[in-house]
């Protein structure tokens, strides 16, 4: 059974770089097909998708939140990171790492399909 967990940073200040690490036991996730995705639920909002590393080393971007965000993968450590420049308290939300197989272009945006789903992590933005 794959798990995912995502690392806890708790409050981060105004201009700071929010940090996450998703952790993934039980399993290889390194198949060709598989996206690793950073999604978030700001407070009474809808899930937003991120962005993506894909197997390949390739990485997909949200464009609202591209100037501002980096992901990269460890697959020998079965880890990837979500780096966010310059927060403010509109990225306050429930932070998930999660993983989807597939192959059709612009399937990672499809956040009903994916396959494993971290606990989620609240990360507040505050002063």
């Known amino acids: 059974q794959v798990q995912l967990q995502e690392s806890d940073p708790g409050l981060v200040k105004p201009s700071q770089t929010l940090s996450l690490t998703c952790t993934v036991s039980?399993?290889?996730?390194?198949?060709?097909?598989?996206?690793w995705s950073w999604i978030r639920r700001p407070p009474g909002k809808g899930l937003e998708w991120m962005g993506a590393a894909h197997y390949s080393g390739n990485t997909y971007y949200n464009p609202s939140l591209k100037s501002r965000t980096s992901i990269s993968r460890d697959t020998s450590k079965n880890q990837f990171t979500l780096q966010l420049r310059s927060v403010t308290p509109e990225d306050t939300a429930v932070y998930y790492c999660?993983?989807?197989?597939?192959?059709?272009?612009?399937?990672?945006?499809?956040?009903?399909?994916?396959?494993?789903w971290g606990q989620g992590t609240q990360v507040t933005v505050a002063s």
């Open positions: 039980g399993g290889s996730i390194t198949t060709y097909y598989a996206y």
């Open positions: 999660a993983i989807i197989d597939c192959t059709n272009y612009g399937c990672y945006e499809s956040m009903n399909e994916y396959n494993y």
